[in-house]
């Protein structure tokens, strides 16, 4: 089978002449070149590359996603890719500091001959923010309206369409839901779990009262907001309450999927809970990465244009800002310390229970 | 004189008995060890060595800028020193990475032992941050009243001394107000760049005006927005309305030390200015830095936390939150780009003004 | 039981006093303060501290793999601990930019006041390498006779006796040999993987004699390097070649300890196996990045001496590069690919075995 | 002039069409697609994308350097982009950590697919190696024979014709050489120097002499070296020796060259070279992080291939090793400290050639 294959040149296979040769600056068109247009464009075009890379790694993991089973070896594959996108990440976070190499002033000698082009015209980044969940309901009110309003009509409706499947976030929590974690017989594991955060929150009244260094105003901002956290609670195993708080935006997973979530934070130590925790951690990372992207590129945009209006015929960096939190998708996993009980606190897990979440080498 | 030298051990000279000996955990002391609490030690140990390498490198700057000239040479050293101080902040920004391999669980084992200890006890991040000019005067509110909340009087006394003398950022402003750059003789130069200005916010205008892209809405903002640029440019030029701005807290730079700060940015390459290029641009890329380490330490604290409260008997990650883009201290140097105009646009200096900014090898 | 905690403040539970207060220099005893050697105190400071975390870290794991058994829920905590290891290692690796803004001229205004201390006499970093596994009879020529020589008595018995205890390499080893992964029954593995074996190497000749851009002697070279891919490939299945290998350095690990590590290799994607291979694969990293820190740290010695003597009296650097490369612990995991097949190849596992190695969460 | 602008789009202005197009997987033209190979190919057209931008901002400065006379402006923007070189070099180091998330047993999916395709016919690596100075006779033997042999003839003839032109490390030489700076007039600069020196390397000799840790083995040879940097000292001034060290590889610069370049090192706090001091520590840096990266690239290879040949049909760590150290380029500059005085031993210059080298913003 091998035998007859032909032989391969480094050029040709990474299709170096079409690659090299797709750097035509704007400058030079209408005038003198100017030297960082170049750095502008391979930057974003490198930008573009790691993009298509982790569109590939998150298509292959929906994929296995999108089938009625998740064996363990898939989670094992799932993981291992996810953190290649986490490691993409955190070069693509670093690469913000190789353009701030150019100075606001070299930016202006060419930005003028690039509008009305804008980095919200990359048809990749919002394909990588639906597949991951940021759908439309979960977009802030500028972004709704102005997702799609700078494309061509036949990038919005290839997009629209993305968006009526099932993204990263929707597969992972169906996944959750179908885990058979919460299922103990008679045993009332979120019963004790309760009594226990019960006692939690009580303690940490305490803590707030007898801290001698809060003012009276700062005392009756934290009691209030540990009546907030003690609402969250009781949301938690109260259906119609998690609704509520859900529909405000407080949670964006199901009540079933989080519990799941949940349970798996507690006891990530069992092996049969590594890969879970693992996916879980990962997700919530790269939400981070993807957080901490958007705000370092929104102070790069600031300092490179201030209070101008940049090429797309708009001051971005505002937008940028408000996007930079609200755009978050795992927030849940991210939160999720909210419920967390110190392991001594913790229910103890009756030997039936325990002995399906172990497996052993011998 | 060098024959007497007493030799010296690498673990006395670093006294290491001391430093290894100085992690005793809370956690022993109530019952078992936890065995992440060394970590929490170590990486606040580490912290507070960098805080006090950066303060020995500002105070060193600091006295070079109190006295009445500042040579040449010593800004070839204060800029080295402040790339220095960039360099460490680096290390601390990553550090978070490090505090993140503690997942919260393993912080619930230990947390309750430490209460009230904060670090916004931390004096030397105290110091830190009113010799770089954090002072009283620019702090949010909620800053204002619980900057010196949870200190001790002693601890107290010694910053609000320190909030006293000059700090980086006072000096820097009274160095550019003396810098002889903007008497040009009969050189009009202001009032050419303020046409040239004018020039360009109405090619913005153009440019917003032909945006195809945007919704009506969307349209009315951004002119609303270009006027306000319009304003402000008018103000750099307008005693009055500076002043006016100024509290406001739209600038904190003087108008005088704002233009001369322009000046240099503009004609960077200018032999002259390169130092005080590099030291404005390093002075920007500190607080930079400085803002996103505060963004990423409340990013750790809420993933660490959610909804709980902290050691220091409240929910600390809002408060960070609050604090990251207010605390900025060098932000007119940060939004400077807003008044730059294109090389291109730039008013050319005459021959006299350009010999001054020369000078050569030869 | 919680009720009687005493309040804790920051500085009081970080000793800060002393911590902040070990800083004394040496210049300053014989004449004016050179301002970067605080840098240099507080850089190596740092430096113990992490080595101080890392020993916390590893001496944790050796005590999990000194008991009979390994159980699975430890490995998940071995494995969270390696990481945690290799995330400082990189703070490590990078904390070297920091050292390297001193420049050489400011290390000559107080090198001479260290003489004669060096890093060799670190203790901790010397108990790190021991630890990890770097005893006597792996150490290069030059080594092992300096190894000791700076030290005094009392450190050198600790050591000296340290050695004498299971380092992380033999308790891996031992682990590795303990598991039951290569007893199969009927099914004669290893056979159909050294057949398997044989055609790969047939093939990678082939590519070898066909490739035009060989010269003669490269082609020769080449080849001669094949037959020992052959020759290393036959001593894994033969005891006494493996033995003869071993003796020359070739190998470190036991025949059968890397026969289960190739295997784990191999089979990495099964669930039973994810946590082993993460596992070696962190001993790995760790080692990787350590030899990568031992290339960088000569570097900079060199950058920051030349060819002058350094504060040990003695020139480091070309010691440093030496041991670079030899003093690799977990080398035979690096070599690892040498013996893989691509998965296509691997022979089928029977479904008595596969069994055996799968799990799942319903 | 700019009113007729054509607006721009996204898509079209980065070429987004081909780019994302580029990508074709031999794996898929035989068999099943290999997951993986889409990542072997984008990191290696990110790593020519940036090749592509160094080459940018070297062939600049090439150009700046070819003119008769190097203006100081100039030497602003020349620093810049260096800096920025520098920048980009730290990504292409830590993209390293992006290919390792690829594991050997993925690699093996495709490799055979590839041959004889090698990193070794990238004709901008190359381009980028001649640039900067990595001419004929400075390459390792086995580099010697190697370089041009995987090349097709037309791209032989190009970059033989590269090697025609004046590289950076050339042009840098000449720079130097045409510098005013050893000429003082009646003050015997260079007479004091060697005086000083001959002092330092007495005291050094003492340290060695003292030092009561050496072995009798390492005194002997500690001052055998110590003989060597003696005779290294005297070639700085006796061209005849110097030469003769020259062709054996221990300088590469020309006496007139190196003797500036140490000039400017040791009076580098001088504003006049600040910005040369600047220039050379940038060509010094990336020198290291080029040696760097190939030795991390080795490493990498090593764990992705073990004792197996690579694509292009030879074992390619065990060559990259080799040229890790030998190829570098600016390796005088890297160890110039042999020759670097402490401050305080420096001859004290005379007013009239102090004042040559200020200049002030007053």
Redesign the interface.
Known sequence: ??KN?E?????D????D???S???L?SSR??EAA?EE??F??V???Y???F??IL?ELN?IIDVFSEQ?V???Q???VV?RL??VI??Q??LN??I??ME?M???EF??F??????????????FKMLEICLGLKREFRIDFDK??FY??L?QSDRDFLENLEKKDSLFELTQKWLER???LEFGKFRFWELYRTATRQMLE??EQ??R??????DK?LRQ?LK??D??RE?FDALWDKEKFSLWQEQGQFRLSQKALLAALFI??Y?????F???YQFITCL?EID?KL??WR??HA?MV????????G?????GHEYLKRTTESNRIFKDF???????????ALPELPAEVRSKL?????
């Open positions: 089978m091998k294959l032989p391969v040149y480094y050029g296979y990474l299709q170096l079409r690659l090299l797709a750097q035509s704007q209408y005038g030297h170049t750095l464009i391979i974003h075009q490198v573009e590359l790691w298509k890379q590939h292959s089973e064996k363990d070896q989670l094992t594959t291992h953190k290649r490691s993409i955190e070069l670093d690469q500091g190789v190499t100075s606001p002033q202006l000698a930005r003028d001959y690039l509008v009305p082009a804008s980095g919200f015209q990359s048809i990749q309206q102005s309003n700078r061509e885990l058979p974690l303690h940490d803590i707030i007898n801290n001698p260094t809060l003012s700062e934290e907001e540990l907030n956290t969250t934070n507690q990530n130590e069992e092996p049969l590594n890969l879970p919530t981070e957080t901490l705000y370092r102070m600031q300092r490179m244009l201030g209070g101008k209006i090429t797309g015929g708009s001051s991210f939160n999720m310390s909210t419920f967390l009980l110190p392991k001594a172990g497996f052993s080498l011998s």
